[in-house]
């Protein structure tokens, strides 16, 4: 099976990359229904979880899946508990066939099933735009306020794959693709990204 993980910057246009490759390999998608999944089996509210394991993180040692580990904070407790579902969900997404998942830290919890791991950055402008450009009607940030918004989205995926692997987030030693989309159109890159895909894969 072929698995592609799309770990990203927030605002750089990752998450329509790996929808767009996903669609035009013909390959399974899998990026909200994780949490949507994680959430439904905690009986908690989608946002709630998505905070959990992103933005406020509470962790700074990584840990090792399978082995007993206690924490005594009842928020610190609740995301190990969220973690360990999300472990076996990606590994049951992962094990029914190709896909692209997107975030997560796929690229570690399913490392080996030796996916095709591809980071997605883009300079703060670029990520501002895109920002304003998927931004609801309603929602009127000033420009400041987005950069913050973007570097503690950013920083809480960092401490998240903390948690899991001394290996930093972001880090190319730690990806086989890392692209920049700083002034680009996702739906014209994306086809290349699915042709370095099939390459990849062929040659394993």
Avoid at 45 to 54: A, F
Avoid at 152 to 158: F, N, T, V, Y
Wanted: aromatic share 10%; hydrophobic share 35%.
């Amino acid at each position: 099976m072929n698995i592609i993980t799309i770990s990203r910057e927030f605002g750089s246009g990752g998450r329509e990359l790996g929808k767009r490759i996903a669609d035009i390999l013909g390959y399974s998608y899998y990026d909200r229904e994780i949490i949507t999944e994680i959430a439904k089996k905690h009986d908690f509210d989608e946002k709630y979880v998505e905070t959990i394991l992103e933005s406020r993180f509470p962790f700074s040692m990584p840990i090792t899946y399978g082995r007993t580990f206690s924490y005594t904070d009842a928020t610190g407790q609740q995301a190990i508990e969220l973690l360990s579902t999300q472990y076996k969900l990606l590994r049951e997404f992962a094990s029914k066939g190709n896909c692209v998942i997107v975030g997560r830290c796929a690229n570690v919890i399913l490392e080996e099933f030796a996916p095709l791991n591809i980071f997605v950055y883009a300079d703060l402008e670029s990520k501002i735009q895109r920002c304003r450009e998927r931004a609801p009607e309603n929602e009127n940030l000033k420009d400041s306020e987005l950069k913050r918004r973007i570097r503690q989205i950013d920083s809480g995926r960092a401490k998240h794959q903390k948690f899991l692997t001394d290996r930093k987030w972001g880090a190319k030693e730690g990806y086989h693709l890392c692209v920049n989309t700083s002034g680009l159109e996702i739906k014209s890159l994306s086809p290349v990204i699915a042709e370095y895909a099939k390459g990849y894969f062929e040659k394993k």
